[in-house]
């Protein structure tokens, strides 16, 4: 059965797709200017370093050889280290430095949704 198209011709998951990568854009842009920010307090630039090199570091909760699990492990550490840094941050600076196409609390919930399903979806199969 083919997939339902929505109004633009495109399906539903193209657009998440799409969308996720727009996220991960927007939140690399993001945190990028949490660096460069001197509104933004030591320990936040701490927590996105320590998310740095846990997401660069070879050694992880779940080996990234597991397919998909492998991956998600990372996905959902980061979608907690920006929850964590967001409520460390006055709004006025998370309002300030994020550009993204949705609301930062949106994107947020949508990082941390699709963790969520991805985790489903691989208990289920």
């Known amino acids: 059965m083919n997939a339902q198209k929505?109004?633009?011709g495109e399906s539903s998951?193209?657009?998440?797709?799409r969308l996720s990568l727009t996220l991960v854009g927007d939140v690399a842009?993001?945190?990028?200017r949490l660096f460069r920010s001197p509104k933004v307090p030591k320990r936040v630039k701490f927590l996105l370093v320590g998310l740095g090199v846990y997401l660069a570091s070879p050694l992880d909760i779940v080996p990234d050889a597991v397919p998909v699990l492998g991956y998600v492990d990372d996905a959902f550490i980061a979608a907690a280290a920006l929850g964590l840094a967001a409520r460390w941050l006055p709004r006025d600076?998370?309002?300030e430095l994020?550009?993204?196409?949705?609301a930062f609390d949106e994107a947020l919930k949508l990082l941390q949704g699709a963790v969520r399903n991805i985790m489903r979806r691989k208990r289920a199969g």
């Open 13 to 17: 998951a193209k657009q998440a797709g």
């Open 93 to 95: 600076v998370v309002d």
């Open 98 to 102: 994020w550009e993204g196409e949705v």
């Open 29 to 32: 842009k993001f945190v990028f």
């Open 6 to 8: 929505t109004q633009t």
